[in-house]
Nanobody
């Protein structure tokens, strides 16, 4: 009922920048908090940045000062501006969203397919 589509991943050199986008579509009453998570091979998925509908943000300590999350509620889209990228940022980045469905008026957790970010030395 809710689809999340990520885009913007790719290969960059250390110190470079990328901008990820995630657009939500489908049938829902509203979209609540949205965020970016990442998972590197052999490691657990971790939260990178989360943003509420009102614009409050939370960042992982490893990306503070380098990454910025933002959202456009009219477009149901979030962004992640990634600057000063490091090799340790290499991972699959996943978009996450809490959506309230009109039939139940209850929130459900949704995930995108992920987009690969690779940072070379």
């Amino acid at each position: 009922q809710v689809q999340l589509v990520e885009s913007g991943g790719g290969l960059v050199q250390a110190g470079g920048s990328l901008r990820l986008s995630c657009a939500a579509s489908g049938r829902f009453f509203s979209i609540g908090a949205m965020g970016w998570y990442r998972q590197a091979p052999g490691k657990q998925r971790e939260s990178v940045a989360v943003i509420t509908r009102g614009g409050s943000t939370n960042y992982a300590s490893s990306v503070k000062g380098r990454f910025t999350i933002s959202r456009d509620n009219a477009k149901n889209t979030i962004y992640l501006q990634m600057n000063s990228l490091k090799p340790e940022d290499t991972a699959v980045y996943y978009c996450n969203a809490w959506a309230v469905l009109p039939a139940t008026m209850a929130p459900y957790d949704y995930w995108g397919q992920g987009t690969q970010v690779t940072v070379s030395s």
